[in-house]
């Protein structure tokens, strides 16, 4: 994401799991707000630490104050194992949170990714859930806590609205539409950016 960007190994269930690190300037590790973990789309389309969404949640977080975790999921850059439909991946990154966690700590991620912070945030208590593009056609998202920020674009044809909409009416979750953005929030990350650093609480 950027020169200081730092490569960190944690130890995994099923092997090292990759991680890419961002610290706010002048940090000496502990000096920051929290820590971010942030997880990728699906590995079997493409998804890695590297997606420009996923990119874009780090930096702002990063210009929160927070250090920025992206972890690549099982079989994906350097990280070992093989894809597991969502468990082992659920697994690795309670792995990472259980090795980089504070006292504060958000957790935020992207399709696949949001599903599965969303379901880790069953059982730990963050700071703040971010939720961009929801991956719930594929893996579908517990209830979520109230404050949570969820994203979605309104053209997504991957994830169409109208599903994520039946999914947060029940539990009376607002949804931040971006009008004109697709899954991938091409041209709109700016407005992504934005909306993560104006919803900060």
């Known amino acids: ?8 190994f944690v130890a995994g269930p099923a092997g090292r799991i990759e991680c890419a690190v961002d610290s706010p300037e002048g940090d000496a590790r502990g000096v920051a707000r929290g820590v971010a973990l942030i997880a990728h789309p699906h590995p079997l389309f493409g998804g890695s630490l ?3 969404v996923v990119q874009t949640l780090a930096r702002a977080l990063l210009e929160l104050g927070y250090e920025t975790w992206r972890p690549n999921f099982r079989g994906v850059g350097q990280t070992e194992g093989v894809h597991d439909e969502g468990r082992g991946e659920l697994e690795d990154l309670a792995a990472v ?3 980089i966690r504070r006292e504060k700590f958000i957790l935020a991620g992207f ?4 599903s599965l912070v969303a379901k880790l945030a069953e059982k730990e208590k963050p700071e703040w859930l971010v939720l961009v593009g929801v991956g719930i056609t594929r893996i579908m998202a517990p209830a979520v806590p109230a404050g949570t ?9 991957t994830v ?7 999914w947060a009416r029940p539990q009376e979750l607002p949804v931040v539409v971006v009008p004109g953005a697709d899954h991938f929030f091409h041209r709109k990350l700016h407005i992504l950016r934005a909306l993560v650093q104006g919803n900060w609480r």
Do not use: C, W, Y
């Open 160 to 166: 169409p609205l109208a599903a994520v909409l039946d």
């Open 111 to 114: 399709s696949f990714g949001a």
């Open 149 to 157: 920020l969820v994203i979605h674009g309104e053209n997504d044809d």
């Open 50 to 52: 590297d997606n420009k």
């Open 97 to 99: 949170l259980n090795h």
């Open 1 to 8: 994401m950027r020169a200081s960007t730092r490569r960190e």
